[in-house]
């Protein structure tokens, strides 16, 4: 699976686009606190549900209001279409879902059908975690591991835990996990969380993403 | 009290979404306000005339819509950044009058430096929120949200995503919450 967010980046009735490996998706939260991701593509028109809105449990198009739901297997069924009111909707309009699961203080999306597995390392021992922030680069997502492994949080290693996609650093007072996200569109992120919830080590991890992006960024962009 | 704006000018944009959050009575006189209208010379923005007080751009028109009306919408710690995004060479705006007005449309680096900008408004909401300050001057909205606003929500129409800026899509939500919120062209009532 692959992280798309932390879990706080998408919050009740909020939807935002996204990529993975190059799939457009979109992910959003009902309000009911369940999080989806489906392919970012309204079955009608082809208009990205990004651009839609949230309302009650259902992801509406912004192109002509054609409201979607989760259905049993999973996958957005059409739940209502506004310029039809009487008729049944089509069961042929249903939006694709991707596997999704919320750990570590992130939104997990499985690239295949059933992939509900997350990365190896991806577990703290069952501590809590705090969220720092999300960055997003514009170089692939091995660069950007490569640049945090070569940059650990101060006061932290990286563990030898730490696998392709989850990247942990370890001190005596801290435990901090990057999860990379690539969109196979040449450009990535990284979710960052900690177990310690003090607000000014926060705010210090928060600093050392955005410096490690804007090293990145200016190699990239001069 | 009148303001002299058109609908579709993101300049005056802050200044009818602080009218409309005050619950103001206003007067207005819809003037075509775009670049191809002004002949190069730029937009000069929204013109307020108010008992005998005539503000012109934005900033100016929001300073002095707070400090006669609801001072507690001024930034309590001085507005650089409020001049700032009210600024003709902010990259946002320059990206999108660009997008929308030119055949050709924005160059790259001005796209890249205006997702830079957003980037900057991002960052700073971040630390914000870890200090109980989800807005930009702190604990309570401000003129400078409004004027952020605008350049934030519409950037779409230069082809730059929110995907990228978490919390400015929660601050976004903020300010699409507040009492008497009201859009614009580009920005859906919904969302």
């Known amino acids: 699976m692959i992280p798309v967010s932390l879990s706080s980046g998408v919050e009740p009735g909020a939807r935002t686009g996204t990529s993975v490996d190059g799939l457009p998706v979109v992910v959003w939260r009902g309000q009911d606190g369940t999080v989806h991701a489906w392919a970012d593509r309204c079955p009608h028109r082809g208009m990205r549900l990004s651009f839609g809105f949230v309302r009650e449990n259902a992801l509406t198009c912004i192109y002509h209001g054609w409201a979607f739901g989760p259905a049993d297997g999973g996958d957005g069924w059409c739940l209502s279409v506004p310029a039809h009111p009487g008729m049944t909707p089509p069961a042929k309009a249903t939006v694709p879902a991707l596997p999704t699961v919320e750990a570590l203080g992130m939104i997990w999306v499985g690239t295949t059908p059933g992939d509900t597995v997350l990365p190896q390392d991806a577990a703290v021992g069952g501590e809590p975690v705090h969220p720092v922030r999300s960055v997003t680069v514009p170089v692939p997502a091995a660069a950007l591991r490569a640049a945090f492994e070569a940059a650990p949080p101060p006061g932290t290693e990286i563990a030898e835990t730490s696998c392709d996609g989850v990247l942990t650093f370890k001190g005596p007072a801290d435990l901090v996990i990057a999860a990379i996200q690539g969109r196979g569109d040449g450009t990535s992120s990284a979710h960052v969380v900690t177990v310690n919830p003090g607000v000014p080590g926060r705010k210090a991890l928060c600093a050392w993403a955005a410096l490690v992006r804007d090293h990145l960024a200016a190699v990239v962009l001069p | ?191």
């Open chain 2, 1 to 191: 009290m009148i303001l002299y704006d058109n609908d579709l000018d993101a300049d005056a944009y802050p200044v009818r979404l602080l009218l409309s959050v005050l619950a103001l009575p206003c007067d207005r006189v819809i003037i075509d306000s775009s670049p191809l209208a002004l002949r190069g010379h730029g937009p000069r923005g929204p013109v307020l005339e108010d008992d005998g007080t005539r503000a012109v751009g934005a900033a100016a028109v929001l300073r002095h819509l707070a400090a006669q009306y609801a001072p507690n919408w001024l930034p309590p710690s001085g507005d650089s950044l409020l001049s700032a995004l009210t600024s003709p060479r902010f990259a946002p705006r320059q990206a999108r009058l660009l997008a929308l007005f030119t055949a050709e449309g924005p160059p790259l680096g001005l796209v890249e430096e205006a997702a830079h900008r957003l980037q900057d408004l991002d960052d700073h909401l971040t630390l914000g929120e870890f200090d109980g300050c989800p807005w930009f001057a702190g604990e309570r909205p401000t003129i400078t949200d409004l004027a952020a606003f605008g350049p934030a929500a519409l950037s779409n129409d230069y082809g730059v995503e929110h995907d990228a800026f978490p919390a400015l899509r929660r601050w976004i939500r903020r300010v699409r919450a507040l009492p008497g919120f009201v859009p614009m062209p580009g920005v859906p009532q919904y969302c």
